[in-house]
């Protein structure tokens, strides 16, 4: 096992997801960028608990995870959003439901695989929580990476539904792998609500401070 994996290290070394770097998945630099901190911002009333300031490495890492599977960025979100979401398991226990901000379909069929989802599922798993996908897409929206604070919030507008409204849990916690500016975790917290949720907080691995 062990001379597979030195061959598989020959043939396709380890790069640092942050730079580039020969060696380990962050080089020591890089690390510095990618270090866990209790980071707490509001987004209305809403608590958001995060572990990772974004920055161009946090970038990279999310990247890697989102648009090209690799696993050792899944390591590192997952990893931070176990920081992140240690507080609220103080506070809450693990009743509440996890729910994923949901990818658009067609940013599904492009990746090969949803995401948020699988990181949620790990994290529920490893930290003794559920998780339930239960919002999703009613319409098709812009790309919020192109727009403004104020275009984001506009173009998530109403955009959220549930799945499904059946469950006994009635209490929940977002999840997302990066807050900017708070509108999609505005509109999912928005969606929850008026079916009768009660959004505890929300859990990202990163944030961007101040917010957008």
Not at 136 to 158: F, M, P, T, V
Request: proline fraction near 4%.
């Amino acid at each position: 096992m062990r001379s597979g994996q030195a061959f598989g290290e020959l043939v396709f070394p380890h790069r640092c997801l942050g730079c580039g770097l020969l060696g380990e998945q962050l080089c020591t630099r890089c690390l510095v960028s990618w270090n866990c901190l209790p980071l707490l911002t509001h987004v209305n009333e809403l608590v958001v608990y995060s572990a990772i300031m974004y920055s161009p490495v946090a970038s990279r890492v999310l990247l890697a995870a989102k648009e090209n599977g690799i696993l050792t960025a899944d390591n590192l979100i997952v990893d931070a959003m176990r920081q992140a979401i240690a507080r609220p398991r103080m506070d809450y226990g693990t009743s509440p439901l996890l729910v994923p901000i949901p990818s658009q379909r067609h940013a599904i069929r492009k990746r090969g695989r949803d995401f948020l989802g699988e990181i949620t599922t790990r994290v529920a798993g490893l930290e003794g929580f559920s998780t339930r996908d239960l919002l999703l897409h009613r319409r098709r929206i812009k790309d919020q990476s192109i727009l403004d604070a104020q275009s984001r919030h506009s173009n998530l507008h109403n955009s959220l539904v549930l799945k499904e409204n059946i469950l006994r849990v009635r209490e929940a916690i977002l999840i997302d792998d990066l807050v900017t500016t708070g509108a999609t975790l505005s509109e999912a917290s928005r969606a929850l609500k008026e079916a009768g949720f009660s959004v505890l907080c929300a859990v990202t691995a990163c944030v961007a401070q101040p917010l957008r």
